[in-house]
């Protein structure tokens, strides 16, 4: 049974990088099947995708945060992370590790139970 | 404001049948497959619909899908008070590289 958790720092002050981690747990992120991602929804707000990346270290972000955003994956440890930087209030959310099912998907068929970071001083 | 559009908003009594709509455009909805995912209050999303109209194992034949040029719907029929959530669509877009997501609807059993 395929189970992520993320983790890392629930408080980030502003103009700082914001960094978590996804361990991956009941399978391999070595899949030619599958993209790791990381999707974040605001207090009381809608779902933001914000990128993903392959085993092999491809990654694919969202235009409107690509400029703050890498997501490195580590094999060894089957952990993928997100680092945003220079983050603000308006990055205050609820982010969720996903798995995703193929490359042009929106299928994520596979979530975090999610984690909390405010922005704030 | 969301790429793809949903109504903020729809209900129902137990028994019903509700539909919730989703528009976008041939960059997305136009071109590729909807997807659906229900969030019950203060849990992570999950699929209840895939590639427009498939179900995934687990998942009640109460719930279907349909999808016509460049708009969605998700139905439900025989409400239940446990499907009181909020329901996402998404679909890749071509012209943005990623999936987007409409902004939600909020359904309520009454």
């Known amino acids: 049974h395929l189970q992520l958790q993320e983790s890392g720092p629930g408080l980030v002050k502003p103009s700082e990088t914001l960094s978590l981690t996804c361990t991956v747990s009941?399978?391999?992120?070595?899949?030619?099947?599958?993209?790791w991602g990381w999707i974040r929804q605001p207090p009381g707000k809608g779902l933001e995708w914000i990128g993903n990346?392959?085993?092999?270290?491809?990654?694919y972000y969202n235009p409107s945060l690509k400029s703050r955003v890498t997501i490195p994956v580590d094999t060894s440890k089957n952990q993928f992370s997100l680092k945003l930087s220079s983050v603000t209030a308006a990055d205050t959310a609820v982010y969720y590790c996903?798995?995703?099912?193929?490359?042009?998907?929106?299928?994520?068929?596979?979530w975090g139970q999610g984690t909390l970071v405010i922005v704030s001083s | 404001q969301s790429v793809l559009t949903q109504p903020p908003s729809a209900s129902g009594t137990p028994g019903q049948r509700v539909t919730i709509s989703c528009s976008g455009s041939?960059?997305?909805?136009?071109?590729?497959?909807v997807y659906w995912y229900q969030q019950l209050p203060g849990t992570a999303p999950k699929f209840v619909i895939y590639?427009?109209?498939q179900r995934p194992s687990g998942i009640p034949d109460r719930f279907s899908g349909s999808k016509s040029g460049t708009s969605a719907s998700l139905a439900i029929s025989g409400l239940r008070s446990e499907d009181e959530a909020d329901y996402y669509c998404a679909a890749w877009d071509d012209s943005l590289s990623g999936p987007v997501f409409g902004g939600g609807t909020k359904l309520t059993v009454l």
């Open positions: 996903v798995r995703t099912y193929g490359s042009g998907s929106s299928l994520f068929d596979s």
């Open positions: 009941g399978g391999s992120i070595n899949s030619s099947s599958y993209y």
């Open positions: 590639r427009n109209n």
């Open positions: 041939s960059s997305n909805i136009g071109s590729n497959y």
């Open positions: 990346i392959f085993y092999s270290g491809t990654t």
